[in-house]
T-cell receptor
Framework: AQKVTQAQTEISVVEKEDVTLDCVYE???????LFWYKQPPSGELVFLIR??????QNEISGRYSWNFQKSTSSFNFTITASQVVDSAVYFC????????????FGKGTRLSVIA | DTEVTQTPKHLVMGMTNKKSLKCEQH?????MYWYKQKAKKPPELMFV???????INESVPSRFSPECPNSSLLNLHLHALQPEDSALYLC??????????????FGPGTRLTVL
């Protein structure tokens, strides 16, 4: 079964705080891709990052960083020094190597950054 | 051009109306997708077109009829919808057919209200 779990439904932080969004996935495939998307109130899903199952290197892009750990099937996303513009719903997604569904989405985490 | 465009942005229709949603991309992508997203839920896949042929239909009711006139265009024809069909309809495209190594680029969505 392919599944993505984002246990945090909603998170509120004060501006400039760091925040980590959790993502745990399940798949029997050895080859797969993981994604993070941001959905601001405007509605568009914005692609943030893709990580393949063979690359466990952590990645940093500005204030964003991602921690991929195959041992715990987790792909967590950290925003450093959060800003009000980071307020959005964040989706973690899995692209398995089998089955007909291209992307399996988690239920999303709604992040509110308060000024 | 690295974007997916969707028209209209908002649509209100009665249950007896016939309307169409349009999606366009000029990135040379060969896979295009329709998703439906209800409030506070992740996107749900409806249809996938691969090389202009319907490759996935996720048991969507026949009142939704997709069409892919060419590799850049994707339409969703709507007829005899129900109020519960009110949602955000997202179009996406990806470089390759459904599978690995293809981040999906999403359009801004059409917010549909069925009265």
């Amino acid at each position: 079964a392919q599944k993505v779990t984002q246990a945090q439904t909603e998170i509120s932080v004060v501006e400039k705080e760091d925040v980590t969004l959790d993502c745990v996935y399940e798949t029997r495939d050895t080859t797969y891709y993981l994604f993070w998307y941001k959905q601001p109130p405007s509605g568009e899903l914005v692609f943030l990052i893709r990580r393949n199952s063979f690359d466990e290197q952590n990645e940093i892009s500005g204030r964003y960083s991602w921690n991929f750990q195959k041992s715990t099937s987790s792909f967590n996303f950290t925003i450093t020094a959060s800003q009000v513009v980071d307020s959005a719903v964040y989706f973690c997604a899995l692209n398995p190597n089998s089955g007909n569904t291209p992307l399996v989405f988690g239920k999303g985490t709604r992040l509110s950054v308060i000024a | 051009d690295t974007e997916v465009t969707q028209t209209p942005k908002h649509l209100v229709m009665g249950m007896t109306n016939k309307k169409s949603l349009k999606c366009e991309q000029h990135m040379g992508h060969r896979a295009m997708y329709w998703y439906k997203q209800k409030a506070k839920k992740p996107p749900e896949l409806m249809f996938v077109y691969s090389y202009e042929k319907l490759s996935i239909n996720e048991s969507v009711p026949s009142r939704f009829s997709p069409e892919c006139p060419n590799s850049s265009l994707l339409n969703l024809h709507l007829h005899a919808l129900q109020p519960e069909d009110s949602a955000l309809y997202l179009c996406a495209s990806s470089p390759r057919t459904a599978g690995l190594d293809n981040e999906q680029f999403f359009g801004p969505g059409t917010r549909l209200t069925v009265l």
